[in-house]
């Protein structure tokens, strides 16, 4: 659930309150945007992504908010985490998307649960292109 | 004051099949709008997912063969390979025509990956598409209600401007696409609170049937108190009571998933990840950079220490059931009105199993396309009747009683008991489903009797009992087990039941076996440019 908004960093932009698919924040006339609807947060982590000022940060906690310090939080060096990771913005091509390898992933663990004699660990390549993860 | 807008083509819902619809429907030539309850690239749960597109070369034929015919035994009789083959088709040439917007990675070997997208990215992408189409796309719109001409056909739809004083918008159209996907039951599946089967109860107000309603026994897994509905990594998982002793669970699937729930009917399940080869854990925040969030936050390293977790229903967003699509076009039984995605019924595409990523989404991709098209081909027809379109809105919004104010508390917590806890939604029994039918009418005659006004929760409210009422109904006539559907007290499945089931009623609900279809129609395969 969102937490913080570090009103020093944020640029008033108000990127959060038009891509919040919740419908958490409110704009202000003067100043950042408000938080005014936190329990209505999904935890889906896009404002974080859209957020080039890294001024905001989501709890991993989605039945309830938590109370989290800025500070804390900031030495954590997990602010930035998911659009940096993600490569948006200044960090496009810093850390290349390789989502594509989920399949490989599925088709691995498959082949070690039917060859107990192969270490997960070891590279497996073929196998059953036709097998259905049930991943999203 | 309504703001009241003209549109040929009107598009509810702005996920990946709206989203395709729209692009469609502007390629044929039709000015479209889209109208999203939250915002059209971050709304719905492929924004937050990673979508693997179902995905086999033309060439050899035979791989889509094979691809199909695995399917179908999989899907136990409720699966149409005509339309297999044709969502194959339609995802294999136009996925790939998104490159301008989205950067197609190359693998380790060089090739190009089309099938496995990154949510955040796609949506991003889809937006930047319809936005450079000149489709109007209105953020924070939710719709509430169809609006109907008085011969029935479909006139447009009415909601509300969330971001504007809840003011009210209307807008008429020459045909209108529900996209507005399914629902988790507001569990905690990642990225689903704004899915909340509204398009189910709009089309059943408007006189379409629901199929495949009983298939929402679907459950997904995640760090307990968390959403991080991503499974990918729990392919290595090995699991653990609270007393230490590894769980002898059966390999990753369906069979883990109730493996699991019943260990955790029992008590707290832990988990470790240190099975996952060492090149994925150095590669995970790059594979799905939302995984490690939130491991890193809470100070987990999820590959040495053990973690509690939890499942969240899928209802039928991996789940199957949706409103019926009549013919080849997505169109449904009410004219003018079209159905996308997991808003539409998906037995024919999956079976009875659930389509996971990838069938969904190669049917939201192609049924968004064939749904676009023949919307705008609808809003070419000159309307039979004249005079002002009527709300066909009820529950939730216009009381059949004296109006009140509901508390939705006891709502949410029916539907958590009902629709989301193991015994009721999972082992399924006649008598805990009667038990859940009776809960579901009770807080359904609340808000229809009693509930006023536009108030976006009441009506989604509405929406979600709609759906679990359908759903209750379509388990307890489905005296057996098939697929994602299971009956402790019927555990077997049964030819006769071989078949696939409507639903609908908003009030009263009612539930009727489709006559078997032949399957020797012959569908055509084509493409988009």
Redesign the interface.
């Known amino acids: 659930m969102i937490s913080l908004l570090l009103a020093d960093r944020c640029t008033a932009c108000n990127v959060c ?7 958490v924040f409110d704009a202000h006339p003067q100043g950042p945007p408000e938080i005014a609807r936190p329990g ?1 947060c ?5 404002c974080e ?2 957020c080039e000022a890294d001024a905001l940060y ?6 309830q908010s938590v109370t989290v310090e800025a500070g804390a939080v900031l030495a ?1 060096g ?1 602010v930035g ?2 659009r940096r ?2 490569g948006w913005h200044e960090w496009e091509g810093a ?9 490989t ?2 088709r ?3 082949e ?3 060859r107990p004699d192969v270490r ?4 497996i390549e073929g196998g059953d292109r ?1 097998m ?5 | 004051m309504t703001a009241t807008a003209r549109t040929d083509v009107l598009i509810i819902g702005g996920g990946m099949a709206g989203a395709w619809a729209a692009i469609a429907a502007t390629q044929a030539g039709a000015s479209v709008t889209l109208v999203e ?3 059209c ?12 597109h179902w995905w ?1 070369p033309p060439d050899p034929a035979s791989a889509r063969q ?2 199909v015919a ?2 179908l035994r999989a899907g136990q009789g409720l699966g149409d390979g005509a339309w297999m083959h044709r969502i194959l088709d339609l995802t294999w040439c136009t996925l790939p025509t998104l490159a301008p917007e989205y ?1 197609f ?1 190359q ?1 380790d070997d060089g090739a190009t ?1 089309y ?4 949510g ?2 796609y949506m991003r992408a889809l937006r930047a598409r319809i936005d450079n189409l000149g489709v109007r796309v209105l ?2 719109h939710p719709a509430l209600e169809l609006l109907a001409w008085s011969d029935g056909s479909i006139a447009g739809a009415r909601g509300i401007r ?2 504007h004083g809840n003011s009210a918008w209307e807008i008429h159209a020459g045909a209108v696409v529900l996209a507005a996907g399914g629902t988790a039951f507001l569990s ?1 599946l ?5 899915n909340t089967g509204d398009g189910y109860l709009m089309a059943a107000e408007a006189g379409a049937e629901l199929s495949g309603m009983e298939f929402t026994a679907a459950f ?1 897994i995640a ?1 307990a ?9 729990y ?2 998982a090995t699991y653990y009571d609270v007393d230490g002793r590894e769980l002898n669970a059966p ?4 069979a883990q998933t109730r493996f699991l729930a019943s260990a955790l009917q029992n008590g707290p399940v832990l988990c470790s990840l240190h ?6 854990k150095a ?1 995970l ?6 995984v ?3 491991f ?3 100070g987990i390293d999820p590959f040495r220490d053990r973690f509690e977790i939890t499942l969240h229903t899928d209802g039928t967003i ?1 789940g199957l059931g949706g409103v019926k699509t009549v013919g080849d076009d997505c169109e449904t039984a009410v004219p003018g009105l079209f159905v996308a995605g997991d808003n539409a019924a998906r037995e024919h595409v999956a079976g009875a199993i ?1 389509g ?5 989404s190669a049917w939201a991709l192609s049924s968004g396309l064939l749904a676009g098209r023949a919307a705008t081909a609808r809003s070419r027809r000159p309307r039979a009747t004249s005079g002002h379109p009527i709300g066909l809105g009820r529950a939730g919004l216009l009381p059949s009683g004296s109006a009140r104010p509901i508390d939705l508390e006891p709502v949410e917590a029916t539907l958590r008991r009902e629709m989301r806890e193991f015994d009721r939604a999972l082992f399924r029994s006649a008598a805990g489903l009667e038990a859940s039918r009776r809960t579901l009418d009770a807080a359904w005659q609340e808000i229809a009797a009693h509930a006023q006004g536009d108030n976006l929760k009441t009506r989604e409210a509405a929406a979600l009992l709609a759906t679990a009422r359908w759903s209750v109904a379509s388990a307890l006539t489905r005296r057996e087990s098939r697929g994602m559907h299971l009956r402790m007290d019927a555990t077997e499945a049964r030819d006769e039941f071989s078949k696939r089931l409507l639903s609908g009623g908003p009030d009263d609900v009612w539930t009727r076996w489709e006559n078997p279809v032949t399957r020797t129609r012959q569908v055509s395969v084509e493409a988009v440019s």
């Open positions: 309150v038009r891509i919040c698919p919740a419908n209505d999904q935890t889906c982590f896009h992504l859209y989501v709890a991993p906690d989605c039945d954590g997990t985490q998911y990771h993600s850390f290349p998307n390789e989502q594509w390898l989920m399949e992933v599925f691995r663990a498959a070690a649960a039917a997960p660990g070891s590279p036709t259905r993860a049930q991943h999203l | 309850k939250g915002y690239g971050t709304s719905g749960v492929t924004a937050s997912a990673g979508p693997g086999v094979e691809a695995a399917r950067r990675p693998t990956n099938r496995a997208v990154r955040p990215e953020d924070h969330r971001q905690g990642l990225g689903s609170r704004n997904t760090p108190r968390s959403n991080m509905t991503r499974t990918m990594s392919s290595f390999p990753y699937g369906p099975r996952v080869p060492d090149d994925i590669r925040h790059q594979i799905s950079p939302n490690p969030l939130v890193d936050r809470w991996r659930s996971g990523g990838n069938v969904n």
